[in-house]
């Protein structure tokens, strides 16, 4: 059976590997000159952990990566609200996107993936077709676009329902710092500061570098230059030191929060960001990305006949859209504090942190596991 992905991003090479595992033929076609990330750092928590070990990307992808035990959050005085926090057994490693995109790239090349670049997808059509910026065509059994929020897959597809740009962003950049470098009180941990509406991300992603992420609301024109602005020393005077080595290399970008009508015409999908896209506040677009791609290939194991395609599409996303929407909506949710006045936010975290429907529910996905098998019918 042969599967074309469209995006060879987080979701797209999970997935293509997945499906290389389990026999099928894949081809990858990436709209950009080479297999690039775009942005510094990420989490990946259990979820995502286990569907890395699955591929035989884990070791590669988390050589050298931070391992967490959750995020401390502290408020606009620099003063800790709460120390880190991880439902039991839950695992959190942070790691820069390069090396999560490299160790994925060869799980997919050792299945013998091919992956095609400068190959942009425009058009898509429900029998497996993709329509490239050339002209040219290609056909499958199975189509996939992975090919992230301003997916062509789902457009040419009609899927989508509802796509909101979020008044938050975020500046992300890594720099240069080991953990003997940082105060005592902040070693060896990573921290989300809290001040007015913008927050600073501290993440550790190995033994030399830390992952920034600054975040703002869109109209914040001053904070959200990619030329840092003095005001970020300002609202964070504690992590100024750490703030004067950004270089060059800032992004700025907006969160999208993507809803479709259905995740597959016939026998072309859409996962991913295409399909679910989600701000990044619980650190799980990736994660649902790698497990909702690894439960494609669950669905697409034992397919013999393309005729059995189009089902077996409308199964996996009935088993797994329902978590995949409830980590949207808390992930939205937990944005909401940044409109909260430092002076009643540190007791508004204390509280809602200490429900234990608000815990279970913020951690849902990090601690859900990955469908490696098509579930027996009931
Ligand atoms: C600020 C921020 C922080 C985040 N932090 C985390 C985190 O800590 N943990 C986490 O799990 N997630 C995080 N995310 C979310 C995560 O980055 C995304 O959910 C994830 O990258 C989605 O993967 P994807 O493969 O669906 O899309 P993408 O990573 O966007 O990949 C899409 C790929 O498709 C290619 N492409 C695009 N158009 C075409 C086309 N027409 N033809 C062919 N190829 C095309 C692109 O070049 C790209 O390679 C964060 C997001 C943001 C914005």
Redesign the pocket.
């Known amino acids: 059976m042969k599967a074309i992905i469209?995006?060879?991003?987080?979701?797209?090479?999970a997935t293509a590997a997945a499906l290389g595992q389990r026999g099928w033929e894949v081809t990858v076609?990436?709209?950009?000159p080479s297999?690039?990330v775009?942005?510094s750092?990420?989490?990946?928590h259990s979820n995502?952990l286990a569907v890395l070990a699955g591929i035989g990307a884990l070791d590669r992808a988390t050589a050298g990566a931070f391992m967490g035990d959750g995020v401390e959050q502290r408020d606009h005085l620099n003063k800790v609200i709460l120390p880190p926090m991880m439902p039991p057994g839950v695992k959190m490693v942070?790691i820069p996107r390069r090396e999560l995109l490299e160790g994925l790239h060869e799980a997919a090349r050792n299945v013998g993936v091919e992956i095609v670049t400068n190959?942009?997808?425009?058009d898509a059509r429900a029998d497996g077709t993709f329509i490239f910026a050339n002209g040219e065509r290609a056909q499958a059994d199975l189509a996939i676009g992975?090919?992230?929020?301003?997916?062509?897959v789902r457009r040419a597809l009609n899927l989508e329902e509802f796509h909101q740009r979020t008044a938050e962003?975020?500046l992300?950049t890594i720099v240069s710092a080991t953990q003997d470098e940082m105060p005592e009180d902040a070693r060896g941990r990573c921290i989300e500061n809290w001040s007015g509406t913008r927050r600073l991300l501290i993440t550790p992603i190995n033994d030399t570098e830390v992952y920034l992420?600054m975040?703002c609301l869109s109209d914040d024109v001053e904070a959200r230059d990619t030329r840092i602005q003095p005001c970020w020393r300002e609202t964070f005077p504690a992590w100024a030191w750490l703030i004067d080595r950004i270089g060059d290399e800032v992004t700025w970008?907006v969160?999208s929060f993507i809803r479709c009508k259905q995740w597959s015409a016939g026998r072309t999908c859409i996962?991913?960001?295409?399909a679910h896209?989600?701000p990044?506040n619980l650190?799980?677009?990736?994660?649902?990305?790698l497990q909702n791609g690894m439960a494609l290939a669950a669905f697409m194991a034992d397919i013999a006949d393309r005729r059995d395609v189009s089902t077996a599409l409308e199964e996996w996303e009935r088993c797994v859209r329902p978590l995949t929407e409830r980590c949207q909506y808390w992930s939205c949710l937990f944005g909401e504090i940044t409109r909260i006045p430092d002076d009643v936010r540190p007791d508004f975290i204390r509280a809602a942190f200490s429900n234990s429907w608000v815990q279970q529910s913020l951690g849902e996905a990090a601690q859900s596991k990955p469908v490696f098998r098509k579930p027996l019918p009931a």
């Open positions: 469209s995006g060879g991003g987080i979701g797209g090479l076609f990436e709209s950009q297999l690039r775009s942005g750092g990420i989490y990946v995502g942070s190959c942009m997808v425009v992975c090919d992230g929020v301003g997916s062509p962003g975020a992300r992420a975040t970008n969160y996962l991913g960001d295409a896209a989600q990044p650190g799980q677009g990736g994660g649902m990305a």
